[in-house]
C-alpha cells in the first residue's frame, strides 16, 4: 500500500494558521537550495546550478513574503497568481506569453523556457517533473519575473500533478481500511492532516479555513472508538481540499 504522505518536509506549524511556521517550511527548502547550489561541481550540468541559484534567490523572496503576510493574504495572492497562469488573462496574453524569452543569455535556462512553453501547449515533458513540492511552490508563486510564466505555468501544473496522485492514493488506503475494518484509522487520518500541515505556506494558505480543526475531531472520535465516520464523507472532505488548490472558476 502506497504511504500517503509523499512530502519530505512536515510543518510543526500549530493552530489557529498563521505563517510563522510556515516560514520555517519555507526557510528548509531555502537551505536545501543553497546546499545544491553550494556542492554544485564543475562536473555537474550548467542547467542544475543555475536552477540551483534561481531556487535560492527564489526561497529568500517567499521567506520575506510570508513572514510578512497572514494567512488571508497568502491565500490572496496565490489566487491572484493561480488566475494569471491558469485564468482568462492567461489567455487573454498567451501569444506574449509564449514568445516570452528570459533576459539571460545562458542556453541552458533559455532552453528549459522553451521546454515549458512546447508543454503547456502539449508538446513534450515538463521540465520541473519530479520536483519537490517546496520547489514547485518557489516557481510558480514568484513574480519576481526571474521565471517566465510559461516556466511557472508548468510548474504550478506538476504541483497539482502531485496533489491529484497524492489524494488517489489517500482514498486508496482509506477505501481498503474502511472495507476490512469497518472505519479509516486515526494514523491514517493524522497522516491526511501532516500532509495538509506541510504545503507551502502558499498552499496551505488556499485551504479552507477550519480543515485541520475538523480533521484532528475525526482523529480524536478515531481514538476514542466514536461513530466511524463515513469513507464517503471523507472521500468528499478530501476532493473539496484539491478543488481549492484547482484552476480558477470561470
Known amino acids: ?78 489566487r491572484s497568481v493561480t488566475e494569471k497562469l491558469l485564468g482568462a488573462s492567461y489567455d487573454m496574453n498567451k501569444v506574449a506569453h509564449d514568445a516570452e524569452v528570459p533576459k539571460t543569455e545562458d542556453l541552458e535556462l533559455l532552453a528549459r523556457a522553451k521546454q515549458a512553453t512546447r508543454f503547456v501547449n502539449g508538446d513534450g515533458a515538463n521540465p520541473f517533473r519530479g520536483m519537490s513540492r517546496e520547489q514547485l511552490a518557489l516557481i510558480a508563486y514568484d513574480e519576481s519575473g526571474d521565471f517566465t510564466v510559461n516556466e511557472r505555468r508548468a510548474a504550478w501544473l506538476e504541483s497539482y500533478h502531485q496533489e491529484e496522485q497524492w489524494k488517489r492514493a489517500a482514498i486508496a488506503k482509506m477505501d481498503e481500511e474502511y472495507n476490512r475494518t469497518g472505519q479509516v484509522s486515526s494514523d491514517t487520518l493524522s ?35 466514536g461513530l466511524p465516520q463515513s469513507v464517503k464523507n471523507l472521500q468528499a472532505f478530501l476532493d473539496r481540499m484539491t478543488e481549492s488548490l484547482a484552476f480558477p472558476k470561470a
Open 1 to 78: 500500500m502506497e504511504k500517503i504522505n509523499s512530502l519530505d518536509a512536515v510543518s510543526s506549524r500549530s493552530m489557529p494558521a498563521n505563517t510563522v511556521g510556515k516560514s520555517a517550511v519555507d526557510a528548509k527548502a531555502l537551505a536545501s537550495v543553497q546546499e545544491n547550489n553550494a556542492t554544485a561541481t564543475n562536473n555537474e550540468s550548467t542547467q542544475v546550478s543555475a536552477l540551483a541559484r534561481q531556487l535560492s534567490d527564489a526561497a529568500v523572496r517567499a521567506v520575506a513574503r510570508d513572514a510578512g503576510t497572514d494567512r488571508d493574504g497568502l491565500g490572496a495572492i496565490a
Open 191 to 225: 497522516e491526511i492532516l501532516k500532509h495538509y500541515k506541510s504545503l507551502p505556506a502558499i498552499e496551505e494558505a488556499q485551504l479552507p479555513k477550519g480543515y485541520d480543526a475538523q480533521l484532528l475531531s475525526q482523529i480524536q472520535a478515531s481514538e476514542s472508538g
